[in-house]
């Protein structure tokens, strides 16, 4: 999205749902689309739900709602209409023709902000991946129209399939270039996640919504000056930085991309680099926003985020930010644990959540008990830089280790568990 002469992009917004999905969701939805085309640069000049018996294959929603959307387009001068549901390349393609104008959906939309916010090497990968990604489907669609194309005639001409089939070869050779590069960007992350790992310093990852708060909590916890601001998608590359725990001393807190209600998969899938940093860590810390009216469904998007992407068995920490901002009654409604309430912006509770991070990682060390063959003793010497072995015992099968691992150490050293 982009403003022209300084003037921000005028947009038009559109719910859709069937009859059976609660109108409240819909509207829910469709305010937070328009915070996004805020954090985009545009404008919102037009706002429109359609509620449909069953979606039109064509152009998913009903002709009479179009006609009505290319009045709002032509009076508004409208550039952009985006549509709250996952859109067709042929369905894209005949809303185009038909409003006369830039038509893309939620993804898309989310796809362009964080083209915007990309600043690292990496994190232009990414995204450059998302898109790429999210346009292969949309031209599969395109493409297999364009077979009934071959039937000719007027307003039927249009790239042969050729040239399609051309272009779907150029994507899927970029997709393959950009993972290669990925891959070499993920093995110099891993060296620096192997060295602190050798150094056993705990690392803890703040997670959240999108705007819950996380980089200002960063940024008041170590005194960084990560970027903070009242945007969707604010923060893209991960950034990690030291914090020093009385008790348990030096550990890493990495802030990373925030979620959303119906992130796209491209997203997650490109971003695997990125959320890799989330995934190493010891701890995870969720921050919420404690103000915003829709925290409970927040909470339930990350939470299903927090297992599809693997992470249900990680110690975690609730963070209920923005206390400064809601009214005291809202937690005494909140019954998670292990839960602190605070205020990025006056300090208030960040000493209670130092206090909870301290003991999580005071938590995280268990003892087990490592079996090596006589084969494999070799790799006590590996394991003893990692972590001190308390005690050795040796039979003629081999040798058996007992040492304190966190939960990540675990994974890695499992296969020798008894
Ligand atoms: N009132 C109040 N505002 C806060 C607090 N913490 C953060 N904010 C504001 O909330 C907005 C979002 O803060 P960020 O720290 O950028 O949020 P984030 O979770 O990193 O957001 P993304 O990077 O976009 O995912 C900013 O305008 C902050 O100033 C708080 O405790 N109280
Ligand atoms: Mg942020």
Partial sequence: MHATNNCP??????????????LHEIR??????EELVHSAGGEVVGSVIQILKKYQPHTLIGSGKVQELFHMVQDSHCSLVVIDHQLSGSQAKNLNEALKCKVIDRSQLILDIFAQRAQTYEGKLQVELAQMLDQLPRMVGGWLGSLSRQAGGIGTR???ETALERDRRRIHERIKQIKKKLETVK???????????????PSFALIGYTNAGKSSLLNK???????????L???????????????VGNCVITDTVGFIHKLPTQLI??????????????????????SNPHLEKQKRVVDQLIDELGWGSKPLIHVYNKVDAAPF?????????????????TGRGLEQLKKLMTEEVQKLKQDVELFFSQEEAHKIFELSRITPILKKEESPSGILCHVQLSPTQMSQWKKYRL
Avoid at 11 to 22: A, E, Y
Wanted: hydrophobic letters at 35%; glycine letters at 4%.
């Fill in 187 to 201: 093995k110099n992350r891993h060296q620096h996640r192997m060295k602190r790992q050798k150094n056993r310093i």
């Fill in 233 to 247: 998608f604010a923060t893209l590359d991960p950034t990690t930085r030291q914090i020093f725990l009385p008790e």
């Fill in 221 to 231: 916890l170590t005194q960084s000056h990560v970027y903070a601001k009242d945007q």
């Fill in 269 to 290: 899938e490109a971003f695997k680099a990125t959320l890799e940093e989330s995934s190493n860590a010891d701890i995870l810390i969720h921050v919420m926003d404690l």
């Fill in 28 to 33: 829910e939805n469709l305010i937070e689309l």
């Fill in 158 to 160: 249009g790239p042969g």
């Fill in 9 to 22: 992009e005028k947009v038009i917004v559109v719910g859709v749902g069937l009859k059976s999905d609660p």
């Fill in 329 to 345: 009654e809202k937690q005494l409604h909140i019954e998670t644990f292990p839960r602190v309430f605070t205020s990025a912006l």
